[in-house]
DNA sequence: TAGATTGTTAATCGATTAACAATC
DNA sequence: TAGATTGTTAATCGATTAACAATC
């Protein structure tokens, strides 16, 4: 069972429960989050049962238990401690945003070789030589690393090595986790390049073979003018 | 031809060749990607002939020419302009980000209700009142919001009316594109709660079951204490 | 009971890979 | 030519869905 998309699910689940929880309904059935989120009733069902949770044949899904066991599969149930390494712009957007404590995340520290500032929206700054001493501490077990390429691989070194078993990576370089560390990377400059991509898709005439500097062959899909409307490349 | 993978994939082989080239290498075979990217060289292939890429059956591919190739599939020949609305923390540091101009990204403006400054590292910022007009005289066709949840709905349709094919949306809702409009939406709070069901799923020992209150089945899959040593959830 | 929904199995769908003919 | 790699087809793999027995 090695589903990407699966945990995803689950925090759509969760945000339609709460929603629906707000409207004062207590129960809810399987072709109702099927709806919500554009998939079969059955998936939902498989999904639920996957995290062992077990609705009445007759009445559905209790919204409440079900929220707990999704929390609990999450491992959301407790607020969550993180720290943000590299306090640049981005470092600094991250340690500002109220939002996450609302989601049950909170950002404990944040570090940079040279802390500009003391402290960011409540957050202490400290320099980077306080890491392992902090990570340890405060047995903080995720990080998100807004730091430049050159430093990246190192800095991940470093906090592999103190006890750091997560890390959120937003420099533009991909990291790869090795055992149980996990590494997720979002490379904001990438997402700009796909949506282009999938823009232009849909909008230009399909390109023509560049190994080859003749015309088109009278065999390739694509004899109109306009963009091919079979062709979906995009998602 | 619905693959989610295939332009991420495009733009992997475009940094292995990248380097390649650096290194003197003038020709590449779909092995030498497949390896590079840990996937068989027969997608390789796939994906380049989708692109109508044509190597030699001999020789491999032209490593300057499968270049020129992709970068022609990703669009991304020419500079793409784009404009940030709501120049708040993230807006800021998306602004203040040097490498997207290395990468043929050129963020030409920034929008806000009230901005703070007259340009921010040469970006000029306007009012909201501008948005439109702005929009219709540079002919920007991609848009980057960081803007509250609350006002997300609103400015979308004002981006969309506007002309805007393609939003990268980074408020924490779910908008969702019409006709040939792309919206992709990324979520930081939901990747870091991402992260940590990765790391608790390694981590920790398997749920039990909410619906009911008792102990176990013993049909159930998890009799030992520790995690599950055969399944993966995570990717 | 009769009706409706769950839990689960078999069928379907799509993406990736193995294999091989074509050919440089 | 002989060897090696491309381009493409058939086989495989995994995720989603349809269908249905179990049961509340």
Known sequence: MKQKEFMLR???????LMQLR????????????????????ALVRRDL???????????????DTMLDCI???????????????????????????????????NITAGFDITPQEESINGI??????????????????VAITTIPVTAAPEIKDRLVNAGILGI????PIELKGQGNVVIQN??????????????????TETNRPCGSSGPCSSAGPCTSEGPCPDEEIYN
């Open 49 to 63: 049962s996957y995290i062992d949770m077990q609705g009445n044949r007759r009445g559905g899904y209790n919204i």
């Open 168 to 171: 959120l990576n937003f420099a």
């Open 22 to 41: 707000i409207m004062g309904l207590e129960r809810v059935f399987s072709s109702n989050l099927g709806d919500a989120l554009g998939v079969s009733a």
């Open 124 to 141: 202490p700054l400290y320099t980077m030589e306080n890491l392992e001493n902090y990570i340890n501490e405060n047995e903080i077990k």
């Open 71 to 105: 929390n609990k599969a999450l491992g959301s149930s407790k607020t969550q401690k993180t720290i943000v390494v590299g306090c640049g712009n981005l470092g600094k957007a991250l340690l500002n945003n109220e939002r996450f404590s609302q989601e049950d995340i």
């Open 186 to 203: 979002v490379n904001i400059g990438l997402e700009i390049e796909n949506l282009f991509f999938k823009v232009n898709s849909i909008n």
């Open 10 to 16: 689950l925090m759509r689940y969760k945000r339609v």
